[in-house]
């Protein structure tokens, strides 16, 4: 069926680098994707969302980068800092259907 | 955004047993949604709560297991039945506005003994 994923399970980043995390989906009729952020303890807190007549969109240190001809997202975060150590997910959604279809998860580490 | 409250925050239950959870918001809101998270995994989603009728359940999950209602559009409960150690795990609860994207409460850890 189709999936969401991410490349790579862990990320570790120094403190003040820049972080990208990938993730591919494979639904080609997705139009609407959302980078959430989870934190222990905690349910997942929205980050950024793009829709797919867009290919760019900035947030406050954070951008998504959309390809829709590789079905492929990322999530950019400027200047990493120790707050932003968690567990991310890329969602996908399709028109106006609302459920969502979640990505395995990467945990980002920051190293002080 | 809404401050969605979910009701307990954690629980330890003995295997056969069922746990009822509960979602509140504090504003009306029109689709409400149950997820479960595994130990280490992603969101998998349960079913969407719908007002005064029967929720809408995903492949796999099942309305004699999982039992959801939603009396009104602030409120709604999932109930995991005869539990098992395979059922421990987050239970998330997540609304949507029009127009906006989903958010979520900070779920219900449970665990099966």
């Known amino acids: 069926g189709e999936s969401v994923g991410l490349h790579l399970p862990t990320l570790s980043v120094q403190e003040g680098d820049n972080s990208i995390i990938n993730c591919a989906y494979s639904?080609?009729?997705?139009?609407?994707f959302i980078w959430y952020k989870q934190e222990s303890g905690k349910g997942p807190q929205f980050i950024i969302d793009i829709r797919s007549n867009m290919d760019k969109r900035q947030g406050q240190r954070v951008t998504v980068l959309l390809n829709k001809t590789v079905k492929h997202l990322s999530l950019q975060i400027a200047a990493t800092q120790p707050g932003d150590s968690a567990v991310y997910f890329c969602?996908?959604?399709?028109?106006?259907?609302?459920?969502?279809?979640f990505g395995k998860g990467i945990t980002l580490s920051v190293r002080p | 955004s809404a401050v969605i409250s979910q009701k307990p925050s954690r629980d330890i239950c003995q295997r056969g047993t069922s746990l009822t959870i509960q979602c509140q918001v504090d504003?009306?809101?029109?689709?409400m949604f149950w997820y479960r998270q595994q130990p280490g995994q992603s969101l998998t989603l349960i079913a969407t709560?719908?007002?005064?009728?029967?929720?809408?359940?995903e492949s796999g999950f099942v309305i004699d297991k999982f039992p959801i209602s939603r009396p009104n559009l602030t409120f709604s409960t999932l109930t995991v039945s005869n539990m098992s150690p395979e059922d421990s795990s987050i239970y998330l609860c997540?609304?949507?506005?029009?127009?906006?994207?989903?958010?979520f409460g900070d779920g219900t850890r449970l665990s099966i003994l």
């Open positions: 639904n080609s009729a997705s139009d609407y």
């Open positions: 997540s609304v949507k506005f029009s127009n906006q994207p989903q958010h």
């Open positions: 504003s009306q809101v029109t689709m």
């Open positions: 969602a996908e959604t399709t028109g106006a259907n609302s459920k969502l279809t």
């Open positions: 709560a719908n007002q005064g009728s029967e929720a809408t359940y």
